[in-house]
Nanobody, 121 residues
């Protein structure tokens, strides 16, 4: 069983920065993709950014230039550096991973429990 544990959420003023971390643990062969999504109550979960174990990175348009995703593949950890935060960035941020495990021929998708980011105006 694979688990994702997030940390780093909290309260920050508009214009400030936060760094989220997400560490994967369990019986893992590899993690081809790790990323971050966010959700506001009443709205659909949306992609923030995702990164392959190589160099491919995708960002949602509204986060480009403000958010940076990075990975430490040796630690099975993904980070999200958020800068120039706006009140509209307030949401629960979820870590997501596509994981190769020994007991399955197909990759499994795993979600973290979510961490709340609140940006005050």
């Amino acid at each position: 069983q694979v688990q994702l544990v997030e940390s780093g959420g909290g309260l920050v003023q508009a214009g400030g920065s936060l760094r989220l971390s997400c560490a994967a643990s369990g019986r893992i062969l590899s993690i081809p993709v790790m990323g971050w999504y966010r959700q506001v109550p009443g709205k659909q979960r949306e992609l923030v950014a995702r990164k392959t174990s190589g160099i491919t990175t995708n960002y949602a348009d509204s986060m480009k230039g403000r958010f940076t995703i990075s990975r430490d593949n040796a630690k099975n950890t993904v980070y999200l550096q958020m800068s120039s935060l706006k009140p509209e960035d307030t949401a629960v941020y979820y870590c997501n991973a596509l994981v190769a495990i020994p007991t399955s021929l197909t990759r499994v998708e795993v979600w973290g429990q979510g961490t709340l980011v609140t940006v005050s105006s």
